[in-house]
Nanobody, 120 residues
Framework: QVQLVESGGGLVQAGGSLRLSCAASGSIFSINLMHWYRQAPGKQRGLVATITYDARTNYADSVKGRFTISRDNAKNTVFLQMDSLTPEDTAVYYC??????????????WGQGTQVTVSA
């Protein structure tokens, strides 16, 4: 079994910054893609950013130039640096990862989410 645990959410004023972390633990042979998603009240969960094992990245248009995804493969951890935050970034942020366990089976896992609130 694999667990993803997010941290770093909180309340920040518009224009401010937050750094989210997500640490994976458990039966991990390797982690392929890692993602950050977010879900605002009354809206569907949407993809924010993706990073490959070799650090290629992709971003939603709404966060390009403001958010940066990165990872530490040695620590099975993914980060999301969020700058120039606006109230529209308020949401629960979820970590998601494609993990290959020691049985060589690839499975997808979600974290429990961390709340980010941006005040005007």
């Amino acid at each position: 079994q694999v667990q993803l645990v997010e941290s770093g959410g909180g309340l920040v004023q518009a224009g401010g910054s937050l750094r989210l972390s997500c640490a994976a633990s458990g039966s991990i042979f390797s982690i392929n893609l890692m993602h950050w998603y977010r879900q605002a009240p009354g809206k569907q969960r949407g993809l924010v950013a993706t990073i490959t094992y070799d650090a290629r990245t992709n971003y939603a248009d709404s966060v390009k130039g403001r958010f940066t995804i990165s990872r530490d493969n040695a620590k099975n951890t993914v980060f999301l640096q969020m700058d120039s935050l606006t109230p529209e970034d308020t949401a629960v942020y979820y970590c998601n990862a494609d993990v290959r366990s020691y049985d060589r089976v690839l499975r997808n896992y979600w974290g429990q989410g961390t709340q980010v609130t941006v005040s005007a």
